[in-house]
């Protein structure tokens, strides 16, 4: 007997325009608990685009974002943050000229428990909290075995630390849904093969569900469960990783070719 999986985020009929362009069109999609699930699409299918309306950095002409059956449509991206959603983006945006534990620190704040006057004071409440975040910090270096950077800039870090900084720093926030956004950006083969067994580790260490947008198509065939393809801002096909490989649309959208060896 198959136990259906609870639905973490859903899209209904997710639509955006700018003027009279539409972006993204009537965009349909579930991650249930525990999903891996690729987005893919030529450049400017409209990827990021959803990327944006699910975190709330875009609000939606039409259409429903909902995160554990609750609307999320037009609030803050930190209030969004804040209910379990975080994201790392395809151009690195740590803050660069802080300390690698101050990245995470800073991520952790999201669920400190003192007040601007505790702060101000510094009183024993303040000092629990930020040892609490200081242990918790240290914590998610190890995992990532960055711990040893600790009080290095970030900025210092070789590129591929920084990747992995930047995913620990969104799971500082205990997220329930984590959005990847080209993560294998830069990297060379060995770094895209160990960010490969990363991220099914993550989401079975977290036990959290992983949406990303990835061109590398090695990385997407062998992490996705599921992929959705979008073109023109529309989804053209959605499946398994097998059956998106054989999809003479999917085919057609990236090359123009209805060649069955293109992907």
Sequence with gaps: MTVDKKIIMQTKDLTIRFGGLVAVNNFNMKIEEGELIGIIGPNGAGKTTIFNMITGVY???SGSVDLEGKSIVGQHVSHITQKGIARTFQNIRLFKDLSVIDNIK?????????????????????KNEEERIYNEAMEILKIFGLEKKSTLLAKNLPYGEQRRLEIARALATRPKLLLLDEPAAGMNPKETNDLTELIRWVRDHFKISILLIEHDMKLVMNVCERIYVVDHGEEIAMGLPKEIQNNKKVIEAYLGTSDEEAL
Excluded at 106 to 126: E, G, P
């Design 59 to 61: 609000v939606p002409t």
């Design 106 to 126: 800073l991520a952790a704040h999201y669920r400190t428990n003192y007040s601007l006057f505790d702060s101000i004071i510094r009183n024993k409440k303040f």
